[in-house]
């Protein structure tokens, strides 16, 4: 079977579930305390940040530590349990393709919708900050320029994360342990972002650029020089490890 036709039959299997609805949920309940807080914003002078600046920043820094991961959790355990439901995945290997292959599709999938998500944000960020304005009598929108790069980057810097949720949602087939072992795995990033070794530890790298992003943008701080070379080789080796772990593993219990 050729890949395309293998994500259309993905395709046609999510527009018959509700995951398309979590992806709304997250958005609205990121941006809403945002826009009640709002005048929070006009108390940053001792950072030097400008209030629509920090209103971005202050939004979206949820969304990369906490809301987005767990966004990825919960996606790769819903993924997983369109399959199950119905004996769906024994279906799916009988079809004349490789475990490997659907994989990655499956794989290909959660990132496509975890940039639907990522872009849904962006829309609620400007719906936030178009009612910030009415509320403050400012002016709190952002270049879409400027605030497009942003959320490319962010969802960027998450395909090594989104790599590890869905090896972890493939090797561990119970559906609450693998949920619980996932979100486990947001928790340390608070911590080790502020180590040397933040690079080999994938679920930082959302929240690290948001924060190198802050500082850039802000006069009283000092953005420190991001390695890339060892981010980008340790983001590259982490992910084609936890894919080549994904597809030995899947379906790998129904095949036998």
Request: charged letters at 10%; a positive charge; proline letters at 5%.
């Amino acid at each position: 079977m050729k890949w395309t036709t293998l994500f259309q039959v993905e395709l046609t299997k999510i527009r018959r579930s509700k995951i398309l609805l979590l992806l709304i949920l997250p958005s609205l309940i990121l941006w809403i305390p945002n826009v009640m807080n709002s005048s929070l914003n006009f108390q940053m002078d001792d950072i030097g940040i400008s209030p629509e600046n920090s209103f971005l920043i202050q939004g979206f820094m949820g969304l990369a530590w906490f809301l987005y991961p767990a966004f990825l959790v919960v996606l790769t355990v819903m993924l997983w349990q369109t399959e199950r439901s119905g004996r769906g995945i024994v279906k799916m290997l009988s079809l004349p393709a490789s475990p490997s292959a659907f994989s990655l599709v499956k794989f290909l999938l959660l990132l496509g919708l975890s940039a639907i998500q990522v872009f849904f944000s962006v829309v609620c960020y400007y719906g936030a900050a178009f009612a910030a304005s009415r509320l403050n009598d400012y002016d709190f929108l952002v270049s879409p320029l400027f605030v497009g790069r942003f959320a490319f980057f962010l969802w960027l810097t998450c395909i090594p994360m989104a790599a590890l949720f869905w090896m972890i949602s493939t090797c561990i087939r119970t559906s609450v342990f693998s949920a619980a072992a996932g979100l486990a795995l947001i928790v340390p990033s608070v911590l080790l972002i502020n180590t040397k070794i933040w690079f080999l530890y994938p679920v930082c790298y959302p929240f690290y650029y948001l924060i190198h992003e802050y500082s850039k943008l802000a006069s009283t701080m000092t953005p420190d020089e991001l390695p890339l070379a060892p981010w980008i080789l340790s983001a590259a080796a982490f992910t084609v490890a936890c894919l080549a772990a994904s597809c030995i593993r899947f379906g790998k219990k129904e095949i036998q």
